[in-house]
């Protein structure tokens, strides 16, 4: 009989991947692709992708992992602008294949058949879906060299006035996917000012997570 030593659980550091279960309690539409949380229905795309489906409440689910990096530790503060990631008031790391969503203006677009998107390892699915096309800068290249009358635009997000966490309009309104924060990274030990403007940011973490009572 033979055994195989497991890796050593260890802690998490600054720009670490890490796997993670679907978070509790999050309003959500399944579909047969993919799962669309409430508040990403304000795209008319996704709306009508979601169109007849019940709207429910996910509990914690094991079964479901999600693979994310980690880009800011307890005590740090995290703010993003004009989609570069700011720690600490110190750029952050920025990963060789760090992607931005493309849409395609002018041009031939025909040209952009599936397989050589998949040459490039684009994924196809939101570009045949939604029109939008997920790239690194060597993908962007190889997009340009198939047809250079392409225009290739980062696109300006739909309106994104309570879309964005903490997905409170009136005292967040004016955040975005690119220009975020900043926001404090709660750290134990440490302990920060709760008033009627910020608590939105840390209610659900003490309610659902700590499972404290909120007054």
Known sequence: MSY???PAITKIQR???FVFNWPVGDSVYLTKERSWAAFQTKDPRVAAEVKGSKLITRPLDKKDHYIKRCVAMPGDS???INRQLYINGAMGHNPEHMQFNYIIKGGNT???NTKKLKSLGININDFT???VLSMDNKQVEGIKAMSPDL???IPQHYDQRGNTFPNDPTNFGN???DNFGPIWIPKAGSSTAINHQNIVLYSR???VYEHNKLK
Request: hydrophobic share 40%; aromatic share 12%; proline share 4%.
């Open 151 to 153: 225009v290739l635009e």
């Open 15 to 17: 720009n670490d991947p």
């Open 78 to 80: 995290l703010q993003i």
């Open 129 to 131: 879906n939604y029109g």
């Open 4 to 6: 195989t030593r497991l």
């Open 175 to 177: 955040w975005s996917y």
């Open 110 to 112: 025909s040209t952009l």
């Open 205 to 207: 973490v003490i309610g």
